[in-house]
């Protein structure tokens, strides 16, 4: 059987359509190139004929979906000679920003919300030698001061403000589509920030674009002036379907949102700044938002880890949450292909995960006859 080329990234994979020069210096750790895991128990135990995947951007090198952007960022501010980047975040940007500098070679400086990022993303920060700035504010503070620092310092923000790194995530949508070898039906994310829900929807768009001729002038982001070619034909384009934690939605509310709560740390966010695209792809997609509390969250959290093996963080598995409830409420039809993006690992916040875990931890003495009892008493 002949070699298959080794798999070195997103840029090499996608340099077509990503705005990078043959001769940049690329700056990755083979992001992309996550599974799109079918699940079989939970459609099972719904009793509903649809086809849920999810897209497990876990897997990629710092386990978020934050790695597909960064890589694009951090390569152009290493083009533009930037000695070092910035951002706020509510800790998988962090963890990304810190280990894509410390590859290229330059300083990060993270600011985070002092007692509100997940353990797993502080250590990662940490470890990747990040200059780490607590602040005694949210998320949105601190995305205020760094766009403010950034005036006065010579720093490069890598946020998703930074229109790289929306180039990068739009590749997951690449992906889904040349696995699926169509676009999904519904593609439903969680949404904090909204860069993500953006990118997914500039993906699809490009992809559904006929070499150059793009297929509708509606899109927002190339105005039917797709700056890389358009992808293959594509007819379909999912309808975009983006979920909040109920203490974070200010999509639901209609406006910003001042004091964000909710135990998915990761989406802690009131004040998300790709407010109009995030609205635009919805509305251009024939989808919808919704919202859930923590407890949907964690639940849908539980069973997409206890049934089907997959272990995502808490902000998350809101998508699966909105997908299911969608599904039983008919408003995604039965025979719909539906897939939910997994942005981080559950690794990433194991105390929340061990606080709502009800699973036995059995203390047993060191002998044979007790471990056996133990066996025997919990089989299923
Ligand atoms: N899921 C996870 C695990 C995240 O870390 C984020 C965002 C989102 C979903 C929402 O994506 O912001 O593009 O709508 N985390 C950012 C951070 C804000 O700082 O790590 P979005």
Redesign the pocket.
């Known amino acids: 059987m002949p070699f298959r080329p080794r798999y070195t990234g997103l840029i090499d994979k996608y340099r077509d359509r990503l705005p990078i020069h043959d001769d940049a210096r690329v700056i990755s750790l083979g992001e992309g190139n996550t599974p799109l895991i079918r699940l079989n128990n939970v459609p099972r135990d719904l009793n509903k004929e649809v086809d849920i995947y999810v897209k497990y951007e876990g897997l990629n090198p710092t386990a ?3 790695d597909r952007g960064m890589t694009v960022a951090v390569t152009k501010a290493v083009e533009a000679d930037s000695r070092a980047i910035i ?8 963890a990304s920003a810190a280990a894509y500098a410390g590859r290229a070679g330059i300083t990060a400086f993270v600011l985070i919300p002092e007692g509100k990022i997940a353990m797993g ?1 502080l250590a990662q920060a940490m470890m990747h030698g990040a200059v780490v700035i607590q602040i005694q504010g949210n ?1 949105d503070a601190g995305m205020q001061l760094v766009k403010e620092v950034a005036d006065h310092a010579p720093v490069t923000i890598v ?2 403000i930074n229109p790289y790194r929306l180039q990068g995530q739009k590749t997951a949508a690449f992906e889904i589509i040349e696995e699926l070898e169509r676009a999904p039906d519904y593609h439903c ?11 997914h929807w500039i993906g699809y768009c490009e992809y559904s674009s006929a070499s150059g001729d793009h297929v509708t002038d509606a899109c927002t982001f190339c105005k039917g002036h797709c700056p890389y070619g358009g992808g293959a034909i594509v007819g379909n384009r999912p309808k975009m379907v983006g979920y909040q934690a109920s203490g974070a939605a200010p999509f639901l509310r209609g406006h910003m949102v001042d004091s964000p709560e909710t135990v998915a740390t ?2 802690r ?1 009131g004040h ?1 700044q ?1 407010w109009d695209y ?1 609205w635009a792809a919805v509305k251009e997609s024939g989808g919808w938002f919704d919202e859930f509390s923590d407890e949907e969250i964690l639940a849908a959290q539980k069973l997409l880890a206890e049934r089907e093996g997959v272990f995502c ?1 808490p ?2 598995a809101t998508s699966l949450a909105g997908a299911l409830r969608d599904i039983r409420s008919g408003k995604i039809p039965e025979g719909s292909s539906v897939v939910c993006t997994l ?2 690992h559950g690794l ?1 916040d194991p105390d929340t995960a061990i606080k709502q875990s009800t699973a036995p931890v059995l203390k047993v003495p060191s002998e044979l006859d007790a471990v056996r009892k133990a066996i025997l008493d919990n089989m299923a």
């Open positions: 978020s979906f934050k951002c706020a975040s509510t800790g998988n940007t962090s993303k998320f946020n998703s994310l969680p949404v904090g920030n909204a860069g993500n829900i953006t990118a990761a989406i966010i998300p790709s995030a963080e902000a998350s942005t981080g990433k």
